[in-house]
C-alpha cells in the first residue's frame, strides 16, 4: 500500500515499518522538518543526547546488546562532522547503524551555504555505504536499502544524507518490499568442499585451537549457541578476541581467556604451538598476531568470515571458507558428528597438559593490598557481585578495559560493549545509555578511566533526562594510564602529558548534573561501595580510587611473538617447562 | 631475541617482488561510485597506473572501470576483494589472471617542427600506423591505439622530433572468445 506524505513524513514512517522503536539525535536547521514530524507521531521515540558523538555510540551500544539496527538523526554540516568517530568506530567493529543527517537543499549543494559539508564525501570512508537523496521518488527505497545494507553481510554504519527540500517535498511512500539489490548480495552459506577439508583438518589435529571474535556475536546468538555445541563435541581449547568474549563462557574449562597483546599466556602460548587453527568471525588484527613473521609458525589455519577481504589480509591461512558464522558453524556441528575420523585423544592429552602449565604461571596475577584499591581486584569484586545479575559492561579505551576484559567474566554473547577496532576514549558512557535504554530493568555498568569518561561525560544528563540508571564506574589513578604504560617500557619513564593535573570531584558532578556521585578509595570499603552503587535507582558515578602505578599484564611487546610475553611480577616464575622459555621476559 | 621498536605497531613486512595487474571493474552508473573506487585506493595505500571510466550499458546503467595497479599477489588480492565489498561494485575480475585479455590504449600525439623533422615524423607515424587528425604547417596531431609499450615507443621516438604533448586514454581491456566478463 502506498501513501502520498512529505519526505520528513516517509523518514518516520521506514523506522516504524523497519522496527525501530528509539533514535539517538539532535536537531538542527536542516533536520527540522523531520523533528517536526518526530513531534507528531509516537511510533518513534527520540532520545535527545548532548552531542552527535554519543548519539552513534549510544546507538552502537542498542545495536551490540540487541541485535537490531541502531538509529541516529543528526544535522547537516557539525551535526555529520560530530558523529563521523561514531561512525568509524561502527565501521571498524562491524556494527548495524543507521545515521539520518540533514543537508542543506539542493539548490545549496557546494555552495559553502550555512551549516553545509560535503557529508557524503566526509563518511564514504567511514561507513560501509552512503546516500545523498536528491529526489523524494528515491527516498523510500533508499531508506529501506540503508537498514538492509547495514544489517545484512558484514554489519556496519550507513549514512542517509537528506536535503531540507526533499523533507518537505511530497511523494509516495512505499512499504520495505523484500527487494533484490542490483549487485548486493552477502555469501552467507560457505562452501561445503571447503568445510569438509576444515572438518577433517580439525580431526586429525594433535594440537588444536579455536580462535574466534567479534564475527560469532553478530551473527547471532544461535551463532555462538553452535560455537559452543561445536567446542564441547571436539573438546578442544578456545581463545576469543576482545570483540568475542562472551560468545564462549569464560567459566567454561575449555576457555584460555582473550588472546593478543593483553591477552593471557595460555591463550597466545596456544596460539603460537598450535597445529591447527580454527579463527572463525575474527580477522587476524595487528593487536592479536603481534610479529606477523613469528605468528603461529607450525599451524595449518582455517579461516571461517563473511568478507572476503578479511580472509588473507595479514595472515596467510590454508583453508579459507567465506560465509556466515551460524551457516558455517551448523554445517561443522553436523559434519563433525558424522565424521569418521576419530581424533588422537593421546595427543590431545598431551596438549591439555601443555595448556595446564601455561594456565599454572598464573599470567594474570598481581600484587593484592590492604593499603590501595589494585584495578584488578576493583574488577573481581565488580564482578563477583553482579555476575549472579542481569548486567551488561560497556567500557572506555585503556587500561581500565584491558582489566575488563580480562577479570570480568562473560558467560553470554551481547554482554560486552567496547570499542575494539577504533579505540575510541569516550565510547563506553553514550554507549551505555543506548543499551540501557534498550534493557529498561538490567544492570548497565560502564567501566570507565577518568581521562576517557571525560571525553563524552555530557551525556550522563541524557541518561539522567530518560532516568537510564546507568553506572560509571570509574578506574580513576589520574593518568591516561596505558599512554603511561607505553611511555614507561617505550620512551625511558617520560610521561609527557599522560597525567591529568585539576580532575574534577567526581562525586560533585554527579551531584551538579543530578546523578548519585560515590568515592571509595580503600580496598576494605570497597564492596559496600558496590553494592551502594547497584542498588540506587538512578545513574551513579562512581569515583573508584586505585593505585596510579599498577600496569596492564601480561603483555606481548611491540615488535614481539605470541611467545615473548612480558609477565607482571607476580606470576608465577619458569620453573614449569614451558617451550622456547629462553624467549620468555618475565 | 628480536630488536625492540619504539612502536606498538608491527614491523614493516619485508618486501615481496610487485606484479602489476589489470582489473576490470563493473559498477552501477551513479553519482560518487568512482569516488568510492579511488577512494578506496588512495586510503588503503594502493597504486593505480591506469584508469579508465566510461558507461557501457546505458539501460542498465552500468558502467565499466579499467584499472591497472601494482603489489604483491597479497595486496592485488586484498584489492580485488576490497572492491568487491563496495556496495555498487557487480563484479571484479582480473584480467591479468584470466591469460585472455586484449588491452588497448589511445593516444593522440602532438609534434611540432619543420623540414625533415616533420619528414621524419609522418614516416614513423605510417610504421606505427598512427593516422593524422590534425595538421598545420608546423604540426601533426597523430592518433595511436594498441597496447601501452607500442605507444610508450612512438611517444619516445617523437620526441627528438618536437614532441609537444601526450593525451592518452589509459588502458580498456576485454576478455578473449564468447563469453562475457
Not at chain 1, 16 to 40: E, K, M, N, S, T
Not at chain 1, 247 to 271: I, K, Y
Not at chain 1, 523 to 552: S, T, Y
Not at chain 2, 58 to 68: E, F, G, Y
Request: charged share 20%; glycine share 8%.
Amino acid at each position: 500500500m502506498s501513501k502520498e506524505m512529505t519526505g520528513a513524513e516517509m523518514v518516520i514512517e521506514a523506522l516504524a515499518d523497519q522496527g525501530v522503536r528509539h533514535i539517538f539525535g539532535y536537531p538542527g536547521g536542516a533536520v527540522l522538518p523531520i523533528y517536526d514530524a518526530i513531534f507528531q507521531q509516537d511510533k518513534v521515540r527520540h532520545i535527545l543526547v548532548r552531542h552527535e558523538q554519543g548519539a552513534v555510540h549510544a546507538a552502537e551500544g542498542y545495536a551490540r546488546s540487541t541485535g537490531k539496527v541502531g538509529c541516529v538523526l543528526v544535522t547537516s554540516g557539525p551535526g555529520a562532522t560530530n558523529a563521523v568517530t561514531g561512525l568509524t568506530d561502527a565501521l571498524m567493529d562491524s556494527i548495524p547503524i543507521v545515521c539520518i543527517t540533514g543537508q542543506v537543499p539542493t539548490h545549496l549543494i557546494g555552495n559553502d551555504a550555512f551549516q553545509e559539508c560535503d557529508t557524503v564525501g566526509i563518511t564514504r570512508p567511514c561507513t560501509k555505504h552512503n546516500y545523498l537523496v536528491k529526489s523524494i521518488a528515491d527516498l523510500p527505497r533508499v531508506l529501506h536499502e540503508a537498514f538492509h545494507i547495514a544489517s545484512s553481510g558484514r554489519p556496519g554504519p550507513v549514512v542517509v544524507d537528506i536535503p531540507k527540500d526533499i523533507q518537505f517535498a511530497k511523494g509516495t511512500y512505499s512499504k520495505p518490499k523484500d527487494f533484490q539489490h542490483k549487485g548486493y548480495r552477502p555469501k552467507l552459506k560457505g562452501d561445503m568442499e571447503k568445510i569438509k577439508a576444515a572438518i577433517e583438518l580439525m580431526a586429525r589435529a594433535k594440537r588444536p585451537l579455536f580462535y574466534t571474535g567479534g564475527g560469532v556475536i553478530n551473527s547471532g546468538p544461535h551463532a555462538s549457541a553452535l560455537l559452543r555445541e561445536l567446542v564441547q563435541l571436539t573438546g578442544y581449547p578456545i581463545t576469543s578476541t576482545l570483540m568475542g568474549l562472551g560468545a564462549f563462557p569464560s567459566a567454561n574449562p575449555q576457555w584460555l581467556g582473550m588472546l593478543g597483546m593483553h591477552g593471557t599466556l595460555e591463550a597466545n602460548m596456544a596460539m603460537h604451538d598450535c597445529d591447527v587453527m580454527v579463527c572463525i568471525g575474527a580477522r587476524f588484527d595487528d593487536r592479536i598476531t603481534g610479529r606477523l613473521d613469528a605468528f603461529s609458525p607450525g599451524s595449518k589455519k582455517i579461516h571461517v568470515d563473511i568478507d572476503a577481504s578479511s580472509i588473507n589480509k595479514n595472515v596467510k591461512v590454508d583453508i579459507p571458507i567465506i560465509g556466515d558464522c551460524a551457516h558455517v558453524l551448523e554445517d561443522m556441528v553436523r559434519l563433525w558428528r558424522t565424521s569418521s575420523i576419530q581424533p588422537d585423544k593421546k595427543s590431545l592429552q598431551s596438549w591439555w597438559t601443555q595448556i595446564d602449565k601455561w594456565r599454572a604461571r598464573k599470567s594474570l596475577a598481581y600484587r593484592p593490598s590492604n593499603e590501595v584499591i589494585k584495578p584488578q581486584y576493583a574488577i573481581q569484586r565488580l564482578y563477583e557481585l553482579t555476575k549472579d545479575k542481569d548486567v551488561y559492561i560497556t567500557t572506555e579505551v585503556g587500561q581500565h578495559q584491558m582489566w575488563a576484559a580480562q577479570f570480568f567474566g562473560f558467560q553470554e554473547p551481547n554482554r560486552w560493549m567496547t570499542s575494539g577496532g577504533l579505540g575510541t576514549m569516550g565510547y563506553g558512557l553514550p554507549s551505555s545509555v543506548g543499551v540501557q535504554l534498550a534493557h529498561p530493568k538490567s544492570l548497565v555498568i560502564d567501566i570507565a578511566g577518568e581521562a576517557s569518561v571525560l571525553m563524552t561525560m555530557q551525556e550522563i544528563s541524557t541518561a539522567v533526562q530518560y532516568r537510564l540508571p546507568i553506572k560509571i564506574f570509574i578506574l580513576n589513578n589520574q593518568y591516561m594510564g596505558m599512554v603511561r604504560q607505553w611511555q614507561e617500557l617505550l620512551h625511558g619513564g617520560r610521561y609527557s602529558e599522560s597525567y591529568t593535573h585539576s580532575l574534577p570531584d567526581f562525586v560533585k558532578l554527579a551531584e551538579a548534573y543530578h546523578a548519585h556521585g560515590i568515592r571509595c578509595d580503600k580496598p576494605g570499603d570497597l564492596d559496600h561501595a558496590i553494592r551502594e552503587m547497584i542498588d540506587v535507582d538512578k545513574p551513579v558515578i562512581f569515583d573508584c580510587l586505585v593505585d596510579q602505578n599498577e600496569n596492564c599484564f601480561p603483555m606481548i611487546p611491540s615488535g614481539r611473538a605470541h611467545n615473548e610475553m612480558l609477565l607482571g611480577d607476580a606470576a608465577e616464575k619458569l620453573e614449569d617447562a614451558i617451550t622456547e622459555e629462553g624467549k620468555m621476559l618475565v | 631475541m628480536t630488536t625492540t621498536t619504539t612502536s606498538h605497531y608491527p614491523t614493516a613486512p619485508t618486501a615481496q617482488k610487485l606484479e602489476s595487474h589489470t582489473l576490470s571493474v563493473l559498477v552501477d552508473n551513479e553519482p560518487g561510485v568512482l569516488a568510492r573506487v579511488i577512494g578506496l585506493f588512495s586510503g588503503r595505500g594502493y597504486n593505480i597506473e591506469s584508469l579508465t571510466v566510461s558507461e557501457t550499458e546505458h539501460r542498465a546503467h552500468l558502467s565499466l572501470i579499467t584499472i591497472v595497479t601494482t603489489g604483491t599477489p597479497m595486496v592485488i588480492e586484498q584489492i580485488k576483494n576490497q572492491l568487491d565489498r563496495l556496495v555498487p561494485v557487480h563484479h571484479v575480475v582480473d584480467m591479468t589472471v584470466t591469460g585472455r585479455a586484449i588491452e588497448r590504449e589511445l593516444a593522440m600525439v602532438k609534434v611540432k617542427g619543420k623540414g625533415e623533422h616533420r619528414v621524419e615524423a609522418l614516416r614513423l607515424a605510417d610504421a606505427f600506423r598512427a593516422r593524422v587528425i590534425d595538421a598545420t604547417t608546423e604540426s601533426f596531431i597523430f592518433e595511436i591505439t594498441g597496447k601501452s609499450d607500442k605507444i610508450e615507443q612512438f611517444i619516445l621516438l617523437m620526441l627528438p622530433l618536437g614532441l609537444v604533448e601526450v593525451s592518452r586514454t589509459g588502458i580498456a581491456a576485454i576478455l578473449r572468445g564468447p563469453e562475457g566478463m
